[in-house]
């Protein structure tokens, strides 16, 4: 039995819009890693996902790459002269024509994205040349951004990877596609002296051969918005999660808003023994009888709920804590682990209740009360490459346009845009991402599924852009390398009069 309909009841955002005074999601800056140029024979300050030879052969464990950035000081508008030097001298750089816009949205000084002179549009602004965040097999790129005040409006890959997207997107029914222009920038990566061409990818309606790139309207709140990206009615209601280990019959099957995150949360802590191994597993409706129901206040009945899902929640954060939790998050696939594929969404969620009269939940990691921001945050994929996804992501904007335009938010504006995260460093998840926010009270993050997606034989091949053979030096050859970049060292050194 659910609590007595009441209608007094804080709803901490259930349909994805913030609660009273919230604002945008707070920044994340995401660890990242600078690429260094070649220094020994075994790449050991780069190690490549895809290096070949004898030091990575299938016997030896595979070492697997970060994304990393590009610094504002290594894009060039065209190649300069000095490139050769540049080779030697920088692990990675672009290069972008002087035609190549990276369009942002960025807020204005009244704290929204909206254009203050025409509310219909995002306020976009190009960036000339920003730091890159860079896939780890260098088919994709993204401006580096904490989205705080910007937000990127397109990504850039190579045309392999967009036209397996397309057909993973196709395979959800998907409201979107990825366009590619023919903008590029290069890649260049010293180490393999290869070359990586990336087109500038937008988004616009599937099915439509309009072309609105910045200015195309979709769902605004986070929810509606991966209803639109996953092709289902209801991103509450009929996605589904996704585990590592989908034969694990004990992981709920159900839908978003029958309180998975609760049962999966008691799951962990059973499987570190915080919980009971033999507890029954979380019923909201099995909380308090029939008998009580019927004699007990709706407000008694939300709180006796919001106990039993806090004491859970509190075991469940107890479980983070102990040694080896990172197995059991591993096995299952959340958190840290969450891992969708094209067409699919992240979720963060809260664990933790409320009663009817306090809207406050408490980080029991942190200790710290709040009303929270966000109760939930999707983020759909619509690309991936290497260990790598781009997400495309909206959210409720009410608060931020308040100052700007006083009236409800719009159902649907052009304010969506790209972002990168990692699927195989902690660092770089969705979930750490969301974490950083501190909109949520012990959070959960997995992956969920439109079930009803086609099969892959229905789909385009994938056409992956050739990965390049990284050269294999002797030790002479390196010792006679290392002693012409001192010579070169030296001598620009002595030409400025620096030594």
Not at 118 to 143: F, G, H, T, V, W
Not at 251 to 268: H, M, N, T
Not at 416 to 445: C, D, E, I
Request: proline share 7%.
């Amino acid at each position: 039995m659910g609590p007595k309909p009441s209608g007094l009841k804080p709803q901490l955002a259930r349909e994805g819009l913030p609660a009273s005074g919230s604002v945008a999601p707070p920044a994340h800056r995401p660890q990242s890693t600078s690429v260094q140029r070649k220094t020994t024979a075994g790449m050991r300050s780069e190690p490549h996902p895809r290096q070949s030879g004898a030091g990575n052969r299938a016997n030896r464990a595979r070492v697997i790459q970060p994304y990393f950035t590009i610094s504002k000081g290594s894009v060039y508008r065209n190649s300069p002269s000095t490139v050769g030097k540049l080779y030697n001298l920088v692990g990675t750089i672009a290069f972008a024509p002087q035609s190549i816009n990276f369009a942002g949205q960025e807020k204005a000084k009244t704290g929204s994205f909206l254009n203050p002179q025409d509310q219909k549009r995002a306020n976009i602004r190009s960036n000339s040349q920003p730091a890159l965040r860079i896939s780890d097999d260098y088919q994709m790129a993204i401006e580096e951004s904490d989205l705080e005040n910007r937000q990127p409006k397109c990504f850039f890959a190579a045309r392999g990877v967009i036209t397996h997207a397309n057909a993973e997107l196709q395979r959800t029914n998907s409201q979107f596609e990825l366009f590619t222009t023919n903008e590029t920038i290069e890649i260049y990566v010293p180490w393999n002296r290869q070359k990586y061409i990336l087109n500038k990818i937008v988004p616009r309606r599937s099915r439509t051969t309009s072309m609105r790139r910045y200015t195309m309207l979709a769902s605004q709140t986070c929810n509606e918005f991966a209803k639109e990206l996953t092709g289902v009615g209801n991103a509450d209601t009929d996605l589904k999660p996704i585990y590592a280990n989908q034969r694990n019959n004990q992981l709920p099957s159900k839908s978003l808003y029958e309180d998975i995150q609760v049962i999966i949360a008691q799951l962990v802590a059973k499987a570190m023994n915080t919980e009971d191994a033999n507890a029954p597993t979380f019923n909201r409706r099995g909380i308090v009888s029939d008998k009580e129901y019927n004699e007990m206040s709706s407000n008694e009945v939300a709180r006796r709920e919001a106990d039993a899902v806090n004491e859970i929640a509190r075991k469940y954060v107890e479980a983070l804590k102990r040694r080896g939790n990172q197995n059991v998050l591993r096995s299952i696939g959340i958190n840290e682990y969450a891992a969708p594929g094209i067409g699919d969404s992240f979720v963060t969620k809260t664990v933790y209740d409320t009663d009817m009269v306090s809207t406050d939940v408490t980080d029991l990691l942190t200790n710290r009360t709040f009303t929270p921001t966000w109760s939930y945050h999707f983020g759909g994929v619509v690309a991936k490459s290497g260990n790598d996804v781009v997400t495309m992501e909206n959210y409720a904007r009410g608060e931020e346009d308040k100052a700007l335009t006083g009236k409800p938010p719009a159902k649907e504006d052009p304010r969506w845009y790209f972002q990168m995260y990692g699927l195989k460093h902690a660092s770089q998840s969705f979930h750490r991402a969301q974490v950083a926010t501190g909109g949520f009270a012990n959070p959960m993050t997995f992956a969920l599924r439109n079930p009803q997606r086609r099969a892959a034989n229905q789909v385009a091949p994938i056409i992956p852009q050739p990965q390049p053979t990284p050269p294999r030096f002797t030790r002479g050859q390196v010792a006679t390398a290392s002693a012409l970049l001192t010579l070169i060292a030296s001598v620009v050194l002595k030409r400025y009069g620096l030594i």
